[in-house]
């Protein structure tokens, strides 16, 4: 025995490395078994799916097989031939149709900054319409800032202009900054803006989505999203 106790301590060493290696392989199994359960539960808020896709994503990336066959399987990779099929879109279409405002940011990114492959200035800006006719302060900063660059839209600063004020107005203190840099870029317009200038937070004629490409207006008001920073503190 005196002999075998060094030999067995080796043989110890020799393993621990191995089962070392195994523990965070099951746990990212558990933790991708975890995150594919709360993308499909129902309840799941919508900023929390596009981190769950995030998350799916970059286990996919390290080669779990089943975060890889997850994406697949929901159209979750980047081709713009799958917008119509990929879930976490589909789901964001359906929550946006009923005025969930975050639901409406989301998608507006998604558009605005091509992810999934899919980038299309024009669908996005009609997204951040959708969340102003809540009068939702980040959505007229983004609809503000679609007029001033000039995406999906003809630039036009006097819209930006009105689309930062509404914004303003409603307490949002980067409106506040946002509308110092436009005055300074467009000194003239600030003028006229203080002169008296008409110009609404309006869309410009055919600058956005044909009517049937966006959702009807007499949809049912949404329950209050837990994710918004939207929601207004009633008066006392």
Partial sequence: MKHAMPAFIALIALCTPALADVAPFRTGENEVRRLISAYQDPGTPSMELTNIVDSLKDFAS???????????????????????KNSLIALL????????????????????????????????LSYARLATEAESVTGYLLLGDSYRDGEGTPKDFDRARACYQKALNAGSPLAQEKLKALDALDPQGAEASKAGSKVECTP?????????????????APKADPQSQDQKTPAP
């Fill in 62 to 84: 390290r080669g779990n097989k089943r975060a890889q066959e997850f994406m697949v399987q929901e159209s979750l990779v980047p081709d713009p031939a799958l917008d119509g």
């Fill in 93 to 124: 279409k359906k929550r946006c149709d009923l005025r969930e405002n975050t639901a409406c940011y989301l998608l507006y990114d998604i558009y605005q900054n091509g992810h999934f492959g899919v980038l299309d200035p024009k669908r996005a």
């Fill in 204 to 220: 410009i004629p055919g600058s956005h989505l044909a009517p049937d490409e966006v959702p009807p207006r007499n949809m049912p």
